[in-house]
């Protein structure tokens, strides 16, 4: 049994910070990210963490984003400094039972319920 559930979405304006929380529980997977979706697009892997230690990005927010887990690895957490309009979007935490890891939504069969961020 698998339990993400995220929060620390809002609103804030472009060029502000904000900090995503996912507490996890209930999985033996190593691979853990964070996905989002805006209004009319696809799904889109933003960040994804190996083992505790393997951190990937995609490039639209690289150099912007940082995934972390604390030692417990009971809450994972996704920190966005100098947010543009185009963050905009629904974030997802997400969890993979498989054995490969990264941005790409494959790697992924749990999820969170959500946590809207709007970046004016």
């Known amino acids: 049994h698998v339990q993400l559930v995220e929060s620390g979405g809002g609103s804030v304006q472009a060029g502000g910070s904000l900090r995503l929380s996912c507490s996890a529980s209930?999985?033996?997977?190593?691979?853990v990210g964070w996905v989002r979706q805006a209004p009319g697009k696809e799904r889109e892997g933003v960040a994804a963490?190996?083992?505790?230690?393997?951190?990937y990005y995609d490039k639209s927010v690289k150099g912007r984003f940082t995934i972390s887990q604390d030692n417990a690895k009971a809450t994972l957490y996704l920190e966005m400094v100098n947010l543009k309009p185009e963050d905009t979007a629904e974030y997802y935490c997400?969890?993979?039972?498989?054995?490969?890891?990264?941005?790409?939504?494959?790697?992924?069969?749990?999820w969170g319920q959500g946590t809207q961020v709007t970046v004016s």
């Open positions: 997400a969890a993979g039972r498989g054995f490969l890891c990264g941005t790409s939504t494959d790697n992924f069969d749990e």
């Open positions: 209930g999985y033996s997977s190593d691979c």
């Open positions: 963490l190996y083992g505790g230690r393997m951190e």
